[in-house]
């Protein structure tokens, strides 16, 4: 039976002048001890807050439209509704927040889902906890996250897309890219976040971002991981 959430703050930590704010945290999962264990290992990281945390997916989108997190840790199976729909959801609520799937759950179909539903990382529990407090830090930098035994279902399926676009007997124009945006795009597919990019093509970081936005919005995405399905699809990206 899950408990009523309720936003836990951190104990007042002195920073230093011009310090950046921390990277504000919800936690969503039905089993409370993990959601405390979770919630222990990142309040003890001086740059992440954990500002709530709730037991269903009905409550991680009433929590996420009220406090606007940075970064969502949420499971798939989950009573009232399931992550995967709170996802959907959340995107909407606050269109910001960056959402990682933390689940047990190593269906390819969970996978394809959470990633059309905007999750920017699908992470097995099976990851070592204390790998939680980076894995929040990259995914609110700009990069996607999976884990390596998921990877290798997921570049099958981006296999098959790619054979089935072949064999469509009907081709949809693709939208037109800027050459820029074509290298942005190879980079993000690539799994590099916006400052990586912005060093190797040596161009500023809030131009990649709106670069990264300009390609999402003409290809008619909502996150970087769909974009690298789209770049394997068309064949921007090898893979080997």
Same mark, same amino acid.
């Given at each position: 039976?899950?408990?009523?959430?309720?936003?836990?703050?951190?104990?007042?930590?002195?920073? =230093?002048?011009?310090?950046?704010?921390?990277?504000? +945290?919800?936690?969503? #999962?039905?089993?409370?001890?993990? *959601?405390? &264990?979770? /919630?222990?290992?990142?309040?003890s990281e001086p740059d992440i807050e954990v500002i709530g945390e709730g037991g269903d997916?009905?409550?991680?989108? =009433?929590?996420?439209?009220?406090?606007?997190?940075? +970064?969502?840790?949420? #499971?798939?199976?989950?009573?009232? *509704?399931? &992550?995967? /729909?709170?996802?959907?959801?959340?995107?909407?609520?606050?269109?910001?927040?960056?959402?990682?799937?933390?689940?047990?759950?190593?269906?390819?179909?969970?996978?394809?889902?959470?990633?059309?539903?905007?999750?920017?990382?699908?992470?097995?529990?099976?990851?070592?906890?204390? /790998?939680?407090?980076?894995?929040?830090?990259?995914?609110?930098?700009?990069?996607?996250?999976?884990?390596?035994?998921m990877a290798s279902k997921l570049i099958t399926e981006f296999a098959s897309l790619a054979?089935?676009?072949?064999?469509?007997?009907?081709?949809?124009?693709?939208?037109?890219?800027?050459?820029?945006?074509?290298?942005?795009?190879?980079?993000?597919?690539?799994?590099?976040?916006?400052?990586?990019?912005?060093?190797q093509l040596f161009i500023s970081e809030n131009t990649v971002k709106n670069h990264v936005?300009?390609?999402?919005?003409?290809?008619?995405?909502?996150?970087?991981?769909?974009?690298?399905?789209?770049?394997?699809?068309?064949?921007?990206?090898?893979?080997?």
């Open positions: 039976m899950s408990e009523n959430p309720e936003a836990r703050g951190t104990a007042a930590v002195p920073r =230093q002048a011009g310090a950046a704010d921390p990277i504000r +945290v919800l936690i969503v #999962d039905d089993h409370a001890l993990f *959601r405390r &264990g979770l /919630e222990m290992v990142l309040q997916g009905h409550e991680a989108v =009433q929590m996420a439209g009220d406090l606007l997190p940075d +970064v969502v840790l949420m #499971d798939i199976r989950m009573p009232r *509704r399931s &992550g995967i /729909e709170a996802c959907t959801a959340i995107k909407e609520a606050a269109p910001s927040a960056k959402i990682v799937m933390l689940t047990i759950s190593d269906e390819e179909e969970d996978l394809f889902e959470a990633i059309k539903a905007g999750a920017s990382g699908y992470l097995l529990k099976e990851i070592s906890i204390d /790998e939680v407090p980076q894995a929040v830090r990259a995914v609110h930098g700009g990069q996607s996250l999976i884990s390596p035994s054979k089935r676009s072949e064999e469509r007997s009907q081709q949809v124009p693709a939208p037109r890219l800027t050459d820029r945006e074509m290298e942005v795009l190879r980079l993000v597919a690539r799994g590099l976040g916006n400052r990586e990019i912005a060093k936005r300009n390609i999402l919005e003409k290809l008619q995405l909502h996150s970087r991981m769909e974009a690298v399905v789209y770049a394997v699809r068309e064949k921007l990206l090898e893979i080997t």
